[in-house]
Structure formats: structure tokens, C-alpha cells
């Protein structure tokens, strides 16, 4: 299974400002993505995040407020602009990969940020 | 487009009892998967069920995939404490990624 890391691991911010999270793996992945957690609520898709080419964002979400980097097949950035206390979740990396035959999906421990 | 429905969305049981949690999506699902999320924690993969009838156990958990009923569910046997926590259902087609169910909080009382 891939192993993967996320920076910071939570972060208190200002409104207006932004915040870099940054996303790393143990291993070459192809598929990359970005979700994000609201307070007591289920994942919701922000982006994929595709090496080489900009990321493909899902209905809602906008690559102003939501820029991604995808530099190589080990990492991954992704920036809250702007941020409101709306913004105040958990934003999750995960990758997905072939492991027993089976499409497997993992997740990283998650960036808790909170926007005051 | 793949929606997924969880219920129930809050379930208290007993220790020792058996429950079920159900997974119902609304298109074809080429794989359907379950989480466990502790609080504060990050998503822990269970199961990743393939076809149509595929069964997994791990411990008192066994997940099961009825793809003609587009239904999966979560037994739960002889629930303890330790497997307090909230699961997560989710689908996909093909390369898309996972479209998830809103979660089912769990929590088992002595």
C-alpha cells in the first residue's frame, strides 16, 4: 500500500489569506486527487490532480481559489486561496493504485484547517 | 452520474448485538469500497468488493456486493467498543474517482 504524507497536519489561519498543503508518496502514482471534509460531514471531490497538465476540478470548485501542482508522480500541491471560515475543513490527499488485482484508494492523515 | 446512499446515518448498538449498514448507489459501480474513519483520523481502507455476490470478512466485519440490486452491505457481528467509528461507502466507474456515501456514525455501548 502507498504511504503518504501531508504539511502541515493543521494550520489556524486569517480570512484572506492562503495556505499550501502539500501532498507526498512513497511510490510513483498515477491518480492523485484532492478532496476536502467539512465538520461532521461526509468527502467531497475538489480536483483531480493530473502530472503534466492542470488539474481537473469537479463542479463547484475553481482553480482560483483551489490552484493544484502536480509536478511529478510522487507529489502534489494544493492552495486555498483567499480563505473565509467556509474554507475550514480537512483537506485530504489520495492516490489510487492497483494492489491485488483490485483498484485500491488510500488516504493521507489529512490538513486541519481552521480560518478565523 | 453515481450518487451513493448510506443508512442509517447514525446507528447506537448494544455489545454483542449484530447490525447491518446499507450501501445503495444509482448507476453502475465497477467497484464499491468501505472506510472506517476514527474521530480526527484519516480514512482507513476495509474492503474493495469487485463483483457481483463478492463477500469479504475481516474479524466481526464481512461486506458483501449485490450488483443486479446495486446494494452492498456492512455486517457487523458481535459488536465491541473498538469498532465505534464512522464507515464510509463509496463507488466507482472506470478511472473516475470515488463518489462517497454521507457516512454512518457508529457507536456501541456496554
Known amino acids: 500500500s502507498a504511504v503518504i504524507s501531508q504539511k502541515p497536519s493543521r494550520d489556524i489561519c486569517q480570512r484572506g489569506t492562503s495556505l499550501t498543503i502539500q501532498c507526498q508518496v512513497d511510490s510513483q502514482v498515477t491518480m492523485m486527487f484532492w478532496y476536502r471534509q467539512q465538520p461532521g460531514q461526509s468527502l467531497t471531490l475538489i480536483a483531480t490532480?493530473?502530472?503534466?497538465?492542470?488539474?481537473?476540478?469537479e463542479s463547484g470548485f475553481v482553480i482560483d481559489k483551489f490552484p493544484i501542482s502536480r509536478p511529478n508522480l510522487t507529489f502534489s500541491t494544493l492552495t486555498v486561496s483567499n480563505m473565509s471560515p467556509e474554507d475550514s475543513s480537512i483537506y485530504l490527499c489520495s492516490v489510487g493504485g492497483v494492489e491485488g488485482g483490485a483498484i485500491e484508494q488510500y488516504f493521507g492523515p489529512g490538513t486541519r484547517l481552521t480560518v478565523t | 452520474e453515481l450518487k451513493v446512499e448510506q443508512n442509517p446515518l447514525f446507528l447506537s448498538m448494544q455489545e454483542g448485538k449484530n447490525y447491518t449498514i446499507y450501501c445503495n448507489y444509482s448507476t453502475t459501480s465497477d467497484r464499491l469500497y468501505w472506510y472506517r474513519q476514527d474521530p480526527g483520523k484519516s480514512l482507513e481502507s476495509l474492503f474493495v468488493l469487485l463483483s457481483n455476490g463478492a463477500v469479504k470478512q475481516e474479524g466481526r466485519l464481512m461486506a458483501s456486493l449485490d450488483t443486479k440490486a446495486r446494494l452492498s452491505t456492512l455486517h457487523i457481528t458481535a459488536a465491541v467498543h473498538d469498532l465505534s467509528a464512522t464507515y464510509f461507502c463509496a463507488g466507482a466507474t472506470g478511472n473516475t474517482p470515488l463518489v462517497f456515501g454521507k457516512g454512518t456514525r457508529l457507536s456501541v455501548i456496554a
Open positions: 490532480a493530473n502530472q503534466g497538465s492542470e488539474a481537473t476540478y
